[in-house]
């Protein structure tokens, strides 16, 4: 199927590992050329050096850290210096930490709604106005399933990606009309660097292996293993293609059935 991405300019945040990464592969193997953020330079130009060889990509490396409305001013103004646009906006963000309410200060909250929800937010802003005017624009938030059911001890998660979900539904229908769509991906369990580190502090806590963690959230997936990330990196190109221009203001998770809701 050629999802109609050949030459399109694709930013994508928090690509230098994990599911950013997948996806910035698989758009990249599609034909776009890339603008990659993320905090780490060193690991970032590696991330941007292997997917340049792999696909014959322009990749544009900017270090970058989405907290930072500035930073995201600065990112955005490299991609249209580099390329002359945005076409694809693909927002993504390490989570927020785990825990319960009573866990977490203020400060906690303030960081993780700038990590979030903020920077999702500000990036729309900066691309938007070039999409509107090209009529052609695809904006995809890498979210979470806690947004349908939510997972035990990710208050923060749970709440701020929520918000998210809100935003982005919103503004879906707001800019439909200049031929922009926005959309939502729901990682499920997958095998990613922040996975390991989650399953670690939960069996840390319980005193039991990090295998046997695996184990528990294994058994609660109606596929009994967790995702890959070409997997999700896989649905994740179609959403921003040509062939999805009339799938706009949707939510859909990538996770082997662990939501059991009817939608």
């Known amino acids: 199927m050629d999802l109609g991405l050949k030459d399109r300019v694709a930013l994508v945040a928090a690509a230098s590992q994990g599911l950013g990464r997948a996806v910035a592969e698989e758009l990249a193997a599609e034909g776009a050329s890339l ?44 991609a249209d210096e580099r390329f002359g646009r945005v076409d694809i906006l693909v927002t993504n963000a390490g989570g927020p930490p785990a825990g319960q309410f009573d866990q977490l200060s203020r400060e906690q909250w303030e960081q993780a709604t700038r990590l979030t929800l903020f920077s999702a937010i500000e990036l729309a802003r900066q691309v938007l106005p070039g999409m509107k005017e090209r009529r052609w624009g695809r904006i995809l938030n890498i979210t979470s399933i806690a947004v349908k059911q939510p997972v035990e001890n990710l208050m923060l998660s749970n709440s701020l990606r929520a918000g998210l979900t809100g935003f982005a539904r919103t503004l879906a229908n707001e800019v439909a009309a200049y031929g922009v769509t926005v959309n939502n991906i729901l990682p499920g369990y997958t095998r990613t660097e922040r996975l390991e580190d989650l399953a670690q502090m939960m069996a840390d806590k319980q005193g039991i292996s990090p295998v046997e963690f695996r184990a528990k959230w294994e058994q609660e997936i109606p596929m009994r293993r967790l995702g890959e990330p070409r997997e999700f990196a896989a649905l994740a190109a179609f959403l921003v293609s040509d062939r999805a221009s009339y799938i706009t203001g949707t939510s859909i998770q990538v996770d082997g059935g662990w939501i059991r809701s009817l939608l």
């Open 35 to 78: 603008v990659l953020c993320a905090r780490n330079p060193a690991t970032l130009a590696e991330t941007a050096a292997a997917i340049a060889d792999a696909t014959g990509a322009h990749v544009l490396a900017v270090p970058c850290d989405v907290t930072d409305m500035e930073q995201i001013g600065r990112l955005v103004q490299s």
